[in-house]
């Protein structure tokens, strides 16, 4: 008879899991976070990973390369079309206005992490899921806004121990000098149209901005001589810009001009930034953001300016990787013999409950086995429990780290290992 090979499951293309030890360096990330932007007044939100596709398709925008072909969008049993976040701009906005957030008093700042989708081709730095942690701060138009949540991201990387990043800004107008740049941009591409990829060629009449967010060879080697932005904003616009470059100096943080980054979303007004570092290959962003003075409007909300950004937490994983400190377990318990295994046990429960980590043997294990065990768990302390030591309520230690040993009461195991605690 010919057995029955099961096909072995493995995780989708694009998807990956997060195991330890590179957990820990996600969890200092995470708390790092919580941290720089709780000193900046950020609280944290939690919008759900799955919301209406038409979220996506009126705020990200129609011809953006995540809503044409990015989304994880299916139809639920209840027949609604539904996609996996691609991004936590819109959900956020959704929620503030659903919410009536702007209640709150202003400027309502929020932070969120978590995994978002979007079906790409995976590669180094992309994945399908991936993750995010991002701010929204809504209610101020000033651009002394935006360069506090820059501030606060640069305070960010800093502490996380990023060198050699590069804040590259622009500024992409509003309702006003947008418009004009466009036909600008048009008059600059039409007769060019038979060297722009197929996309970009269909979404010339429609937002010809893409064409600048384009990586194809033929549309990349057009775009440096394509006009500038920065040269049509409107008085506003360059006013915004200009007080923000004054801020950002004042704050001692260097940045690049870059006048063709228009990002991939077309929720942005004005200020757009990106983090990048040239340790990163091709995916070089680590953060971006902007401001989207419309969005909270357009989706139903009073007129509310708001900037934000995201990092991408896979990219900044990547970068330090080698930098995060894996913690240990503080004592590995040995034992030899039925009746040390159950005290093992019984102290094991007891310090675990004090908050210690603790390890033990296994029944069975000789004595040395157990000690080699202790030590590639890295263990500060090992105890050893015999069945004479048990006999008479003690136990021998080892220190690992410095190599001295000794025996104590079983009583005071606790207070051995954390005298501060105990006096
Ligand atoms: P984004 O530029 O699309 O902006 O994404 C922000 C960051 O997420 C990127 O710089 C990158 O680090 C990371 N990222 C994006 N796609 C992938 C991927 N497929 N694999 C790995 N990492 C990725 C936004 O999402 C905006 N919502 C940011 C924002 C917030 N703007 C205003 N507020």
Known sequence: MTPVVKARLQALKGVEDILPPDTYLW?????????????????????PIIEQTELFV????????????????????????????????????RSFVEHHLNTNPSPQKYYYMGPMYRYERPQKGRQRQFHQIGVEAFGVAEPRMDAEVIAMLLEYLKKSGFEGLRLELNSIGDEVCR?????????YFGPRMNELCPDCARRFEQNPLRILDCKAAGCAALKGNAPKITDYLCTDCRAHFDSLQDYLKMLE????????????????TRTTFEVTTERLGAQNAVA??????????????????????????????ALLK????????????????GGAAREALRMAVELRAK???????????????????????GARYVFI???????????????????????????????????????
């Open 385 to 423: 429990i015999g069945e004479e030591e048990l006999g008479k309520g003690v136990l021998k230690w080892k220190n690992l780290e410095e190599g001295s040993s000794g025996e104590i009461e079983s009583a005071e195991a606790f207070a051995f290992l954390r005298p501060a605690q105990e006096g």
């Open 27 to 47: 969890q200092t990330l995470e708390a790092r976070a919580r941290e720089v932007f709780g000193a900046y007044g950020f609280e944290e939100i939690r919008p």
């Open 322 to 337: 080698d930098r995060v400190e894996i913690p240990k377990p503080e004592l590995f318990i040995a034992f030899i013999g």
């Open 288 to 317: 971006a953001g902007g401001r989207y003075d419309r969005l909270v409007e357009d989706f139903g909300g009073p007129p509310t300016p708001a900037i934000g950004f995201a990092l991408g937490m896979e990219r900044l994983a």
């Open 253 to 268: 943080i260097p940045f690049t001009l870059n006048p063709l980054m228009v990002r991939g979303l077309d929720y942005y």
């Open 179 to 187: 418009p004009v740049y466009k036909e600008k941009l048009k008059e």
């Open 58 to 93: 009126r705020s990200v925008g129609e011809t953006t390369d995540i809503v044409e072909k990015e989304m994880y969008t299916f139809t639920d049993k209840g027949g609604r079309s539904v996609t996996l976040r691609p991004e936590g701009t819109a959900p956020v906005v």
């Open 355 to 377: 908050g210690l980590w603790v390890e033990m043997g296994y029944e069975g294990a000789s004595l040395k086995s157990q000690l080699r065990k202790a030590d590639r768990l």
